[in-house]
């Protein structure tokens, strides 16, 4: 069992920065493929970057070039960095996992492990 605790979300000004962490506990994430993900109110959850147990890495088309994902396996914690933040970041954001490897996105049908969310806020 895999437990993910999310933070770093908070209130920012549009072309702000912000990292989320992604903290999981209960399993290493060594095997694991994980992504980001976010919705916002009234709108489905959308991927935004996934980060697959090999090492491949995509981004939704509206952050990436804005957006970094990595994988401190020391510290079994996944980031996302988002720079140049626009009101439309505006959302709650939320990791996932699963032990499987992935070339591509990480589905959000195939994420076993959700973490809680943590909300971002981007005023213009």
């Known amino acids: 069992q895999v437990q993910l605790v999310e933070s770093g979300g908070g209130s920012v000004q549009a072309g702000g920065s912000l990292t989320l962490s992604c903290t999981a506990s209960g399993e290493s994430l060594v095997d694991y493929s994980m992504a980001w993900f976010r919705q916002a109110p009234g709108k489905a959850r959308e991927h935004v970057a996934s980060l697959g147990s090999s090492g491949i890495i995509r981004y939704a088309d509206s952050v990436r070039a804005r957006a970094t994902i990595s994988k401190d396996s020391a510290k079994n914690t996944l980031y996302l960095r988002l720079d140049v933040l626009k009101p439309e970041d505006s959302a709650k954001y939320y990791c996932?996992?699963?032990?499987?490897?992935?070339?591509?996105?990480?589905?959000?049908?195939?994420?076993?492990?959700w973490g809680q969310g943590t909300q971002v806020t981007v005023s213009s």
């Open positions: 996932g996992a699963r032990r499987v490897e992935v070339l591509g996105p990480l589905p959000e049908s195939a994420v076993k492990y």
